[in-house]
């Protein structure tokens, strides 16, 4: 089976944003709610880079391990789903994860927290594949069509890839021997406690 | 702070928060995270719609079940040209797929490209017709709204002529769409019609088509994969054509290529540059001259190529030896040993491609700018191959279209000019009388004289609009509008932004001044609330590209055909139709439609373009049939990815052909032409798309050959230089004999008694051009390029400070030209020149200002502003401060500050928020022209009308900018002009 993870070559990310709005594209997220968004370090100076940032889908997830109510799933892909009937916003995700991926929509006057929110990997949730409400609270559901995230689809640079981890992973190793630079596939030791080596 | 330019974490809260209270309503109306199970139908929030006002229900997700439809468009933002492959269901645009087949963006997109489907949901998309009335925005008909105007425009005709009247057309038309405006603005009897090229590459084109040929990009994106060095300079692709980027950084990649990038500003490309250059705004002859002087100090430039096939190198080098590495560097502040660097690679490590966009052009001396580009790649035989040549990456999806059709005041159709021969071709392509023609132009009780001058004379750019509605024609004895030229009463903007152009303070002026306002939009644009007019001023709802059909030429060239997703939505209706609803009412559509089906009004863009490939001769734009082109899109899959070629696995109605038949297509659709993917390339037979320098200026000068000196295209019959073919050199080299009979009939009927005249580009009958390419001849002629191009102002580049300089001690050096009268307008760029270093206005507005885009915007920003998925993520007009200037000043990162620029009104101030950041140098400071709906401090969102205001207003950097305009073609001066900023 196989198990499916993100790699952003930061080399090549030029902070375009397709990801982010390919993502509010495809399952609809209302403003505020930010899936994935683009993180760009010493912006304007020498060394400047982007790097695209989501739910990693961590190999034991730090999210799960916290979660008062066990409502995260790992599915036999790999990819780390929760159930919003579960989930009371607690928000003790947010604070468990390297990559600040949970994100709570507010709810009425005095700021409480909604249901937690965060990247799917295009591949929905509990409920029954592509039904309209897996749709309503989790949005499409690509994997079960066999796509792959709309996010990596649509990176104008194919900086940003997504796939079985072990492919993405030489993909990325045979683009940094044939350039003969790379900074390593960023965060995957602390997701996947694995490195790429290039 | 809310601009997300920082490392921090997105903030939400602020503007989201008071998003809900807009006028729009919230738009969270799907509501899916809050109210698990529902979709809500979220457009019941526009209450105050009638029920038949809306169209469709809401844009929801996948139903399942339910069949998908996938259609093909192109994403009508910049000119890469994306594919947008909409998956619809019963009518409903349902979701965006990647549309993996096309060679140009492989299934990728960028912020905007992936964003396109919310511009057909269109919330804040103008609904209906609207007029002001005393001041208040009222609901009007179709009907009534084309009868008022029509009636408004036939006034103003009567009274003052038909160039009292600006049609300011669009590079977001089809290229039929583009078409038909030209031809609406010709049957009404003006060239005053212009369209955002004119404020994009329209420096370009005069630079790039007097050196060798045509104004457009010579290669492709795709071709920069087979660069060994890559020089942008004046361009920022990773924010402004994302796409691109993928072409280049992985061409750099597998070649281990150069990639320099010399601009004032530290862009996103520049961070993924193996060099970065920078320089002060605005010194870009300098420059390139200090490039050239190591080349020629070191004798690196290509001897052969240059004798073969470039006129005039003598007078730049004579031009160059100026500019020594001292000068350069106190000029440019570039040190002379960075220079020497760029200077071996670009000429040793080859092929070398130069790339720029607005960085270049958008500047006083931006032909000139344009033209000492040229000269480097001909210095060092850099065009005309594989992986090099003039990589001009155009701003709009079909700015290169609109060009080539013609929007412009200076030409007809395809570049064809406006003189007598070109009015005489077009009108017998029209089948329409010249002398009605002739008639339809000049004052009213003009000469046929007078009015054959006006037909002649080139109209008033977009820039100048301002000028000539509120100069004085005459004033102190001097002409200030050319004579003849009325000034403007009459405006009809269809597709282009208000803060689009220089001096926006003035231009509120002079649109209160105007008779009558048109805005033709999705959107109301800012030319709805700029002003305080009270009547006369219309709002047409037009659909987007992805509600109707046609094709669009990407900047390289390549045509695409779009299918319609979904119907228009609301009322709006296609640009096609307003256009012949318009020519209606003024009284000449079945002139203008003879030969144009037109259903329920509404043309059929495929027989508007069929007409085009009757006329476009010179562009060869004659082969490029709607069915060819709906083949390209069917089989985008066979198309390589680096040569755009399909290879020999493909079927037969696109086999050989390059992606979208990037034009020159020679001659008709029947001879199966494969289009041009690189130009002038003498590697390639013309049948294959190889090519020549074209023969544009004739044959010798002062005693010197303008033909090439043995080089010639693969396989061409004459293996040295030729003109033009026209028929009298058919007949010279016995070729005509080739001609069938039925071409011999049409080019002696268009000939008459001159039938030796009869030129590749006004045989109606192709049989020219045939015939040239049967004997593996350019139709075009095969010349040198001009590196002298002794008919422009400055025949070789050179130096002149901007209008605005913040070095006055330079201005008297390196002056900009004296006053002179240009499109009709008189430019008083000298005598501004001059006011400013008399009065020290370097001194008390000490910051240079430049301007640029933003990824998630595009061009005025009213369509990109109004779409929620990146409203969201540019939420602040800001201006880019160095943190040594913000020290001086107090300033902190995200705070709000005042900016103003020496022609505001006194004490009059723009306010923004302020990123303080190294990636301006020090004196510089950087706008983005997105923005607009604030001006001068005052938040006009309750000028819009109810429901249609952009989620996201700030000030317009135009508000800022200043006086300046290139000789040539008035482009406007945006990249280079001073500023004062304080902390407010």
């Known amino acids: ?198 | 702070m809310l601009i997300k330019r920082s490392d921090a974490e997105a903030v939400r809260g602020g503007l989201a928060a008071s998003f809900a209270a807009l006028s729009s309503g919230a738009l969270d109306r799907r509501a899916f995270l809050r109210r698990s199970g529902v979709a809500a139908g979220g457009l019941a929030a526009l209450g105050t719609l009638s029920a038949g006002t809306v169209k469709k229900a809401e844009a929801g997700p996948m139903q399942p079940g339910v069949r998908v439809e996938l259609r093909k468009n192109m994403c009508t933002h910049c000119s890469v040209g994306c594919t947008v492959l909409a998956e619809v269901q019963n009518g409903v645009w349902v979701g965006q797929e990647p549309a993996w087949e096309s060679p140009i963006n492989r299934g990728t997109h960028c912020a905007k490209g992936a964003a396109v489907r919310e511009l057909v949901h269109g919330d804040r998309r103008l609904k209906y017709p609207m007029k002001l009335e005393g001041g208040q925005w009222k609901r009007i008909s179709w009907a009534q709204a084309i009868d008022e105007i029509g009636d408004k425009m036939l006034r103003i005709r009567n009274e003052s002529g038909p160039d009292a009247a600006f049609f300011l057309g669009s590079a977001k038309f089809s290229n039929e769409g583009a078409y038909l405006f030209r031809k609406l603005a010709a049957f009404w009897g003006t060239n005053n019609v212009d369209h955002q090229a004119r404020i994009c590459h329209s420096t370009t084109v005069a630079g790039v088509a007097n050196t060798w040929g045509y104004g457009a990009q010579t290669n492709s994106y795709n071709d920069i994969r087979n660069s060994k060095t890559i020089v942008i300079m004046g361009g920022n692709p990773a924010e402004a054509h994302p796409v691109s980027l993928q072409h280049v950084l992985q061409g750099k990649e597998k070649n281990r290529a150069n990639l320099i990038v010399i601009d004032p500003r530290f862009t996103r490309t520049a961070a993924h540059a193996t060099e970065y250059v920078r320089l002060r705004p605005g010194t870009d002859i300098p420059l390139l001259w200090g490039i050239l002087w190591h080349i020629f100090e070191n004798g690196w430039e290509d001897k052969e190529f240059i004798r073969q096939r470039v006129y005039g190198m003598e007078e730049v080098r004579k031009e160059v030896a100026k500019w020594s590495p001292e000068e350069v560097e106190r000029v440019t502040g570039v040190p002379g040993a960075q220079l020497r660097r760029v200077a071996e690679k670009f000429a040793k490590e080859k092929p070398a491609t130069l790339i720029w966009c607005m960085g270049m052009t958008q500047h006083t001396v931006g032909t000139a700018n344009v033209r000492a580009a040229c000269a480097l790649l001909l210095a060092t035989g850099n065009v005309g191959g594989a992986g090099n040549g003039a990589n001009i990456f155009r701003g709009h999806c079909n700015v290169q279209g609109a060009s080539d059709f013609g929007l412009d005041t200076a030409s007809l159709p395809a570049y064809y000019g406006l003189d007598e021969g070109a009015w005489r071709h077009w009108c017998r392509v029209w089948e329409v009388d010249y002398e009605w023609m002739r008639g339809r132009f000049g004052p009213p009780g003009a000469d046929d004289a007078t009015r054959k001058r006006m037909m002649e004379l080139p109209g008033i750019t977009t820039t100048r609009y301002i000028d000539a509605t509120l100069l004085e024609p005459v004033k102190d004895g001097t002409r200030q509008l050319a004579e003849g030229q009325p000034n403007y009463r009459a405006m009809l903007v269809f597709g282009h932004g208000g803060n689009t152009v220089v001096r926006m303070p003035e231009a509120a002026a002079a649109l209160e001044k105007l008779d009558l306002l048109v805005v033709a939009d999705p959107h109301p644009t800012t030319f709805a609330v700029l002003h305080n007019r009270k009547d006369n001023t219309y709002l047409l709802p037009i659909c987007t590209q992805f509600e109707c059909s046609g094709s669009r030429t990407a900047s390289n060239r390549s045509v695409q055909w779009g299918e319609q997703i979904v119907e228009p939505i609301f009322e709006s209706k296609t640009d096609y139709e307003v256009i012949y609803r318009l020519a209606e009412k003024l009284g000449f559509a079945n002139e203008m439609f003879k030969n144009i089906t037109v259903r329920n009004k509404v043309p059929e863009p495929e027989s508007v373009l069929r007409e085009i490939n009757r006329g476009a001769w010179a562009t060869g734009y004659t082969g490029i049939s709607p069915e060819r082109l709906k083949a390209h899109m069917k089989y985008q899959r066979y198309f390589d990815l680096v040569t755009l070629r399909a290879g020999a696995d493909a079927p037969a109605e696109v086999r050989g052909d390059y992606y979208g038949l990037p034009w020159p297509c020679w001659g008709t659709p029947e001879i199966r032409h494969p289009g041009t993917h690189i130009l002038y390339n003498t590697h390639l037979h013309v049948k294959d798309g190889g090519g020549t320098f074209r023969a544009r200026f004739g044959v010798e000068r002062n005693g010197v050959s303008l033909l090439a000196e043995g080089s010639y295209s693969k396989g061409s019959e004459i293996q040295d230089g030729y003109p033009e073919f026209t028929m009298a050199v058919l007949k010279r080299l016995g070729w005509d004999k080739d001609l069938t009979a039925e071409e011999r009939a049409v080019i002696e009927r268009i000939g008459g008694n001159n039938v030796d005249r009869v030129s590749w580009a006004t045989d109606l009958s192709g049989g020219i051009v045939r015939v040239a390419l049967e004997h593996g001849c350019s139709p075009f002629g095969n010349a040198k390029a001009r590196a002298l191009a002794w008919n422009l102002p400055d025949p070789i580049p050179v130096h002149r400070e901007p209008i605005y300089s913040p070095r006055p001690d330079l201005v008297a050096k390196y002056p900009t030209r004296d006053n002179f009268m240009a499109h009709r307008v008189i430019n008083y760029g000298r005598t501004v020149q001059q006011l400013a270093v008399d009065r020290n206005i370097a001194r008390d507005f000490p910051i240079v200002l430049t301007t640029g885009r933003l990824v998630e915007y595009e061009g005025g920003g009213e369509e990109t502003r109004s779409n929620k998925w990146l409203a969201e993520l540019q939420q602040d007009m800001f201006v880019e401060i160095n943190p040594q200037d913000a020290a001086e000043r107090g300033i902190r990162d995200g705070q709000w500050v005042l900016v103003w620029g020496p022609e505001m009104p006194k004490g009059k101030v723009c306010r923004m928020k302020a990123l303080v950041t190294e990636r301006v140098g020090k004196g510089v400071a950087f706008m983005p022209f997105h923005f607009a709906g604030w001006f001068m401090s005052e938040d006009q969102r309750r000028k819009y009308p109810a429901g249609t205001d952009p989620i996201v207003l700030g000030e317009s950097a135009n508000t800022v900018t200043t006086y300046g305009f290139d000789p040539v073609t008035s482009m406007q001066e945006t990249k280079c002009t001073l500023c004062q900023i304080r902390a407010a």
């Open chain 1, 1 to 198: 089976m196989a198990r499916m993870k993100f790699l952003c070559d930061a080399d090549r990310c030029i902070e375009c944003n397709a990801c982010v709005t390919a993502c509010k594209n495809e399952h609809e997220v209302p403003w505020g709610i930010n899936r994935r968004r683009v993180v760009t370090i010493n912006d304007g100076k020498p060394g400047e880079r982007s790097i695209s940032m989501a739910c990693m889908h961590c190999t034991d997830a730090p999210c799960a391990a916290v979660c008062p109510v066990d409502c995260f799933y790992t599915t036999a892909d790999g990819v780390v789903l929760h159930s919003k009937d579960l989930c009371i916003g607690c928000g003790y995700c947010f604070y468990a994860c390297p990559f600040g991926a949970p994100q709570y929509p507010r709810l009425g006057n005095f700021g409480s927290r909604g249901k937690m929110d965060k990247c799917t990997y295009c591949a929905g949730g509990p409920e029954a594949d592509n039904t309209p409400a897996e749709y309503a609270k989790y949005g499409s559901n690509r994997l079960a069509e066999g796509k792959l995230p709309a996010c990596a689809e649509m990176c104008s640079t194919k900086a940003l890839l997504a796939g079985d981890g072990d492919i993405i992973a030489q993909i990325y190793a045979e683009r940094v021997s044939t350039r003969g630079y790379g900074s390593g596939a960023w965060g995957w030791r602390t997701a996947y406690k694995d490195m790429v080596s290039g």
